[in-house]
């Protein structure tokens, strides 16, 4: 709930760590990790579109640079919202950066509420039901593998997870240096932002 509301915690590892947890001790319920991982998804979006619709933008600006957000991840955040807002929201769940402040920039961008609503509470069941589920699921054959096969799987999930790192990585600077371009024929997608963006 608290990382969704815009605070850099981890979210992510917590799930899967929880998940894990369940999958190797049964010592906690997996249905009672992903409800619980699903309602604070939904809860602190919810707490962090309002934070963002009542103190806006300018919150953002100021105090982005302290948890990573740049100017430039700003325009692109504006950029993208104005382009394609619910996508933004459901699949931004997935992406570290995005999951933190997603719901204060649908907010501070003044996203219509319902329209945030469903795609917030489908991203946040996929995202936190899904993660949950199948880490544990993944987690009961993980332990079921042993030599030859083990030593094969574990450098392919790795090899897996830098090559996503890599992906998103790459398209952040893409996606950035397009916003910027937009940004030379439309005035509003910087309002308030030119100085720092100068910087």
């Not at 990790?33 to 934070?51: C, R, S």
């Not at 945030?116 to 899904?130: D, E, K, P, R």
């Not at 987690?139 to 094969?152: D, K, T, V």
């Not at 397009?178 to 910087?190: G, I, R």
């Amino acid at each position: 709930m608290f990382e969704s509301m815009g605070l850099p915690l981890p979210a992510e590892s917590l799930l899967i760590t929880a998940a894990l947890y369940a999958a190797t001790t049964h010592r906690l319920n997996i249905y009672g990790v992903a409800t619980a991982g699903v309602t604070g998804a939904i809860m602190g979006d919810n707490f962090g579109y309002l934070i963002g619709k009542a103190l806006g933008f300018h919150l953002l600006l100021r105090h982005g640079r302290k948890v990573g957000l740049t100017p430039q991840r700003l325009l692109l955040g504006r950029y993208v919202f104005r382009q394609h807002g619910g996508i933004v929201v459901f699949f931004g769940r997935f992406i570290a950066i995005l999951r933190v402040f997603v719901a204060l920039m649908a907010g501070a961008n003044h996203m219509h509420w319902r329209s945030f609503l469903i795609f917030n509470a489908m991203g946040g069941l996929c995202w936190a039901g899904g993660y949950s589920l199948i880490t544990y699921y993944l987690g009961h054959e993980a332990l079921r593998l042993s030599g030859p096969a083990a030593w094969i799987v574990i450098p392919i999930g790795v090899a897996v997870i830098v090559g996503m790192l890599v992906f998103l990585k790459k398209n952040e600077k893409r996606l950035t240096k397009e916003a910027l371009e937009a940004a030379e024929n439309d005035p509003a997608l910087v309002h308030g932002m030119e100085a720092e963006l100068k910087q």
